[in-house]
């Protein structure tokens, strides 16, 4: 996501909306194109363009750009020997 005006009072703004979204796993702020990327896990595709059309409305005038990229599932590959853990 691509904010204008990125600020403290933005980004506190940003993190409120972060932590109360049960669906938000983590957010991070960036360098570049855009500046903050955020981890959403939801139940399913209608879940997350509600997420979507949420964030639209709560920062419609800040949130200049963004980009989704939906993964449908997730692999888990651990490189430990079993039982190390």
Same mark, same amino acid.
């Given at each position: ?7 403290? @009072?933005?980004?506190?703004?940003? &993190? ?5 979204? @049960?669906?938000?796993?983590? #957010?991070? $702020?960036?360098?570049?194109?855009y500046n903050v990327c955020a981890s959403v896990y939801t139940e399913s595709i209608n879940h997350f363009y %509600?997420? !979507?059309? $949420?964030? $639209? #409305?709560?920062?419609? &005038?800040? *949130? @200049? %750009? ?10 888990? !590959?651990?490189? *430990? ?5």
């Open positions: 996501m691509n904010f204008e005006r990125f600020d403290t @009072k933005l980004d506190k703004k940003l &993190e409120d909306f972060f932590n109360t979204d @049960k669906s938000v796993v983590f #957010a991070n $702020r960036l360098v570049g194109k %509600d997420f !979507i059309n $949420r964030l $639209r #409305a709560v920062f419609q &005038e800040q *949130l @200049k %750009d963004s980009s989704f990229i939906v993964v449908f599932s997730t692999e888990y !590959i651990s490189h *430990l020997p079993k039982g190390l853990l």
